[in-house]
């Protein structure tokens, strides 16, 4: 069983920046596309940044400009970096990946806090 564990997560005043990682454990396993998403109160969880593999990047418009999403495939590892933060970036954010172990299959990880002040 692959597990996701994030970290990065905190509170910072408006205008500030984090960075959020979320490695992938386990064995014998692959992962295709990777991404984070965020659900703030009483609303829906909402994509924020995705890669595949090959290091292709989406985004939300939200996001584009501030927020820059990379990853380590040796490592098994994809970062967040949050620059210029604002109050509605205030969310849990979700790591998320594609992963192959006999099968095609999503799995999350447990969700780091991100409060931002103004």
């Known amino acids: 069983q692959v597990q996701l564990v994030e970290s990065g997560g905190g509170l910072v005043q408006a205008g500030g920046s984090l960075r959020l990682s979320c490695a992938a454990s386990?064995?014998?396993?692959?992962?295709?596309?990777m991404g984070w998403y965020r659900q703030a109160p009483g609303k829906q969880r909402e994509l924020v940044a995705s890669?595949?593999?090959?290091?292709?990047?989406n985004y939300a418009d939200s996001v584009k400009g501030r927020f820059t999403i990379s990853r380590d495939n040796a490592k098994n590892t994809v970062y967040l970096e949050m620059n210029s933060l604002k109050p509605e970036d205030t969310a849990v954010y979700y790591c998320?990946?594609?992963?192959?172990?006999?099968?095609?299959?999503?799995?999350w990880g447990q969700g780091t806090q991100v409060t931002v002040s103004s």
């Open positions: 998320v990946a594609t992963i192959y172990s006999g099968r095609w299959y999503n799995t």
């Open positions: 386990g064995s014998g396993f692959s992962i295709s596309d």
């Open positions: 890669s595949t593999s090959a290091g292709n990047t």
